[in-house]
């Protein structure tokens, strides 16, 4: 069957729209913290997009990511709290887990199960003070009935200090990704074939995000993603999806050298 791509659909891929304010409901509550846990930082920003993991950390390309996220524009408030050495580990992530029970899990791991705790702490949150041993550690990603996320990532630290981060993130209105059902690296194509596979019978379109320095590279380096991809995949899976370089739209949401795929309007 013709699949084909009108550009209202292109724009949702996309999630073009334009800029819709904060809902100034207030976050999802914060939890109770652990006793005597102590308050090392908290910071609130605004972005663009924002990942939700769910999935654990791999190697992608020459990078660290989930394996599978969910992004987001909205606000985020990050709190890092800090639990002394002679507090049990087990103890302090029931404390949390018991505090879920009105949330939907959305993504859960313990220990190497979520992969690189060295990753988790300097290349997804981006602070050092959470580096603690692989084995040690545990997070949870999940969401609120008002649609509000929660990440909790709990590690010990080499000093033996507990260390954990609580990310709650409010959406922008009519922001979550409609339509978009898996967002990766270019790069990544054993798990590219891995998400095809699991579509045998379905359509679907590929939005490919090139370099993001010009315009005209961006187009470009599309170009020679959607070559590489066609020629990397099976047979089945080329004639399965329908590649289309969007240059450097969306590029400021996803990031660059992205693919985003979402299903055929003609399934």
């Known amino acids: 069957m013709a699949m084909k791509v009108t550009y209202k659909h292109l724009i949702g891929a996309a999630a073009i729209c334009s800029s819709v304010s904060v809902s100034m409901s207030s ?46 524009a909205g606000e985020k408030t990050a709190t890092l709290y800090k639990i002394d050495r002679n507090a049990d580990l087990e103890e302090v992530i029931r404390h949390y887990q018991t505090q879920l029970t ?23 949150f981006g602070d050092y003070l959470l580096y603690g041993a692989d084995g040690s550690q545990w997070l949870a990603a ?31 209105q009519n922001s979550v990704d409609d339509g978009i ?29 090139g370099d993001r320095n010009t315009p005209e590279s961006a187009i470009v380096s599309g170009d020679e993603h959607i070559s590489k991809l066609r020629e990397l995949l099976p047979l089945e899976a080329q004639s399965q999806v329908r590649f289309i370089n969007s240059a450097q739209i969306a590029a400021e949401r996803y990031g660059s050298n992205r693919v985003l795929f979402m299903f055929s309007p003609d399934n």
């Open 27 to 72: 976050m999802a509550a914060m939890l109770e913290p652990f006793r005597a846990a102590q308050l090392v930082k908290s910071e609130s920003a605004q972005a663009p997009f924002i990942e939700i993991p769910l999935a654990k950390i791999a190697r992608v390309g020459r990078g660290w990511e989930p394996e599978q996220v969910t992004r987001i």
């Open 102 to 124: 009105d949330y939907s899990i959305l993504y859960q791991c313990e220990a190497r199960a979520c992969g690189s705790a060295n990753a988790w702490a300097n290349n997804f």
């Open 142 to 172: 999940a969401q609120d009935n008002a649609g509000n996320y929660l990440t909790i990532y709990i590690n010990r630290r080499g000093a033996g200090d507990v260390m954990v981060r609580l990310d709650e993130v409010l959406p922008e």
């Open 181 to 209: 059902i898996a967002q990766m690296d270019v790069s990544d194509i054993p798990r590219i074939r891995r998400f095809l596979n699991d579509y045998p019978d379905r359509h679907l379109i590929a939005l490919v995000i």
